[in-house]
């Protein structure tokens, strides 16, 4: 079985800070992690993927996520927030022997100016 | 390079209705295909996926059904549509493995009155 949390409903930030959604995922054997982006009425936009290999992942928009194997998190961060950054965020994660993904219940980003 | 198109974007229908919902992709071969329900903008639901042409796994029971009947066409139906029947349907591909993101349509909003 595989699952994955994201355990805020919501973040706020300013823009300029920082920025970090957090994603902890559940799954046997080695994980295959996702992070998408959906702005409203819209579909879901991939943004990074781990797979194996460097624990720093960077991806579109200058976004980057962090796999940490003893956590077993994948955190989405970017140093920068901007105010387009604000949209709602899906972790995914899917097992290496698994038919299909698990989607996170999503995260909804507001950068405010 | 590879689109998805899903129509229509928005759909009212009444209670008891049929529903067909088509979903087709261009730019590539033998791709997985997804249909997801999602409720309030918040997690997805996947109802069905397929890896061929024939092939639907089924994720939920319910009243809804999808079908393959070309490679890169993906069809969700209903005999008789419910009031819980409402959301934002969306539909997706990939290439297949385990590593692949999913690439998402821009959806369809069905409203049940």
């Known amino acids: 079985a595989q699952s994955v949390a994201q355990p805020e409903d919501q973040v706020n930030v300013a823009e300029g800070n920082p920025l970090t959604v957090k994603c902890t995922y559940s799954v046997s054997g080695n994980p295959y992690l996702f992070w998408y982006v959906q702005y409203p009425n819209r579909g879901l936009q991939f943004l990074l993927k781990y797979i194996t290999g460097d624990n720093l992942v960077k991806g579109s928009y200058g976004f980057e996520a962090e796999f940490n194997k003893s956590q077993t998190s994948f955190h989405l961060k970017k140093p920068s927030a901007l105010v387009s950054d604000s949209a709602l965020y899906f972790c995914a994660v899917r097992a290496s022997n698994a038919g299909k993904s698990t989607f996170g219940d999503g995260t909804t980003l507001t950068v405010k100016p | 390079s590879q689109t998805i198109h899903q129509w229509p974007a928005t759909l009212v229908q009444p209670v008891g209705s049929p529903l067909s919902l088509e979903c087709t992709v261009e730019?590539?071969?033998?791709?997985?295909l997804y249909w997801y329900r999602q409720a309030a903008g918040r997690g997805l639901q996947l109802l069905f996926y397929s890896v061929g042409i024939g092939q639907i796994s089924s994720e939920v029971p319910q009243n809804l059904s999808a079908s393959r009947p070309q490679d890169r066409q993906f069809i969700l139906s209903s005999k008789k549509l419910l009031l819980s029947d409402s959301g934002f349907y969306l539909c997706?591909?990939?290439?297949?493995?385990?590593?692949?993101?999913?690439?998402f349509g821009d959806g369809t909003r069905l409203s049940i009155l």
């Open positions: 997706a591909w990939s290439v297949p493995g385990a590593g692949q993101p999913q690439h």
């Open positions: 730019g590539t071969s033998n791709p997985n």
